[in-house]
Each structure stands twice: as C-alpha cells, then as structure tokens.
C-alpha cells in the first residue's frame, strides 16, 4: 500500500501530465516530488551515448544557473557517478557510495564543477528507453552534505522515476498535438530540427524500419531529415505511409498515417483494380477504360505484386468490398 504521500504525488503528477503545458510540467513534477523527497535543486536531461561520449539533447535546470551544464561537459569524461548509473540503468544512485568523503573532495569533479555549484549531496537515475535509443536523466542535489539522502528517499526516487518520465512523455505528446494537428488519429513521434527523436511511439518505429532497413533510433532516416530541412515542405511519401509534421517551438511534432491499398497503386490500377474487383472481366475493364486486354493484365500483375497477393478473393479484401 502506498504512503499517503506517495498517492498524493501519483494523483498530482497525473492532474499535470493532462492539464499543464509542456514548458511548465518539469516544474510542476520536480515541485511534486520535492514534497516527498526535499532538495534545493535538480537537473532533468535527455540525451543519448554513443561510443564514447553523453550527447544532450536537452535539459531543464531547477535551483541552480545553466551555466552548470557547461561546466559538467569539461569534467564529465571523470564523473564517475555518471558512468556509474549508465552502467546500472532504473537504479537510483547516491554519490556518497561511489566516494569517501575525503576523496570527493579532493576530486577534479568536485573541485572543477560540483563544489562550484554548491553541491554536496546527488542521487541519480538514468532511465534508457531501448526502443527510441534515448535516456532520460534526473538527479536531485542537496546543498549539505550531512545528512545527506536517506535509503528510503533513494528507493522512493528509484521508483517514481520511471513514472515521471512516462507522463512527461504522454504530456508533451498530446500538449503538441492539440496544438498542432489537433486528432488523435496517427502515429507520432517528436524530434528536434535536426531529426533527433524525443519521443517515438512502437508502431511509428515498425512502420520507418520497414521502409528503412538497418534503421536505428535515434536519429531519423536521412531522406526524411532532408524533407524537415526543406522551407516548403508539406508531406512526406514513402511506400507505406505518408508523413505530416508541424513546428512548436524547437520541437517538430510528426505524424505518421499508414497508407491503405489503393494508396500503394498508381491512378489508372486503381481504376483497374475497383473495375476488376466489382467483377468485370479483362476485355469488359479494356473496353471501359479504352486499353488492350493485355495491358489490364499487366496491371492486374503489377496491383497483385505491390499487395502481395495472389487471388481475386484477396484483391476484394484488400479494396475493403
């Protein structure tokens, strides 16, 4: 059973991920969890790692100046509490595990960056989503080293983390296509105008691994990042869907609709296609439509093979008759 606490801090953070706009949620959920677990600043990140380095993509600084982040790039490579919750993802970890007292002190993290900004006490958490490629991190940071976090303020952040990170997805999702596309009909994705994801539902990932093979998140396919850096650009046609997208901001919101199978032929086999399916014959469809017999069937060939189909009964299902 949940401490009255914690249900206090589930409900409030569920009234945010509906009702708060994105640029304000980060705020609200900080401010949520500060009541359970008390902090004087926090840092919320989202990036990714590659070989060998942590790139951001973007962070939300609470209680302390940006001017922290620029810092943490000269000293990061010696963090070890960074290289520590990468290799143990969804485990909270406190600093103080990781250091002796003494030892932190005299650290190059310490003395170049953490004793700058007046930190003295940090728990972490790396939260990697396996299928977008993108890790989310959020530590809270105390400003007096004794008595520092408790075990239980470590285990309760260990498990709302996971939490805060799924409604702020769902916030800034449904808050960009309100004021967007304005339907909830598609599949959507989130990335900056760089083509770097920020959030990727399953089935929009499916759907560009089908028309790009060997693709991997995060970053889009690059015929598609060349389509976001077009100034005119309207829609984007691939074989099995057709893409929208609308700018907020620094965020470009993209929907994905799958094309059904008259969109995968070219006009003159749908017509083909619709006459053939209504149960005219070969010669009937060429008399129709003024062609040679031969040429219907070469589009009944070609509407067979882009379907992937192999009979009158399936042609009829796909049409949706």
């Given amino acids: 059973m949940f401490s009255k606490g914690v249900q206090d801090f589930i409900s409030g953070l569920i009234h945010a991920g509906h009702e708060a706009p994105s640029d304000m949620f980060k705020k609200q959920a900080l401010g949520l969890l500060g009541n359970l677990i008390p902090f004087d600043a926090a840092l919320w990140l989202s990036g990714r790692t590659t070989d060998d380095d942590v790139v951001i993509h973007n962070f939300y600084v609470q209680g302390l100046p940006r001017e922290l982040m620029e810092s943490w790039e000269q000293i990061k490579g010696q963090d070890r509490l960074l290289a520590h ?41 790396a939260l990697p989503d396996p299928k977008s490629g993108l890790i989310e991190g959020i530590s809270l940071y105390r400003s007096q080293a004794e ?25 800034q999702l449904q808050q960009l296509k309100h004021s967007s596309c304005g339907t909830d009909e598609g599949i959507f994705a989130i990335c900056d105008p760089q083509g770097w994801m920020r959030h990727i539902e399953d089935r929009f990932i499916e759907f560009i691994r089908q028309e790009f093979k060997g693709w991997q998140p995060p970053e889009l396919p690059q015929p598609v990042i060349a389509w976001l850096a077009e100034s005119s650009r309207s829609r984007y046609e691939g074989k099995g869907f057709t893409l929208h997208c609308w700018d907020q901001s620094d965020l470009i919101l993209l929907q994905l609709q799958p094309k059904g199978a008259l969109d995968m032929l070219t006009p003159r086999e749908k017509e083909v296609a619709k006459l053939y399916g209504a149960g005219l014959t070969y010669k009937e469809i060429a008399a129709d439509l003024f062609l040679a017999p031969a040429t219907v069937r070469h589009h009944l060939e070609s509407i067979y093979r882009k379907l992937d189909i192999c009979s009158k009964v399936e042609l009829i299902q796909s049409l949706g008759r």
């Fill in 85 to 125: 919750v990468l290799a143990n993802p969804f485990i909270t970890c406190d600093a103080k595990e990781l250091y002796g007292k003494k030892e932190r002190r005299k650290s190059e993290v310490y003395q170049q960056h953490s004793g700058k900004f007046g930190i003295e006490a940090v728990i972490c958490t």
């Fill in 147 to 171: 008595p520092g976090f408790s075990e239980d303020e470590r285990v309760t952040k260990q498990g709302l983390s996971p939490l805060l990170v799924q409604v702020w997805h769902h916030n």
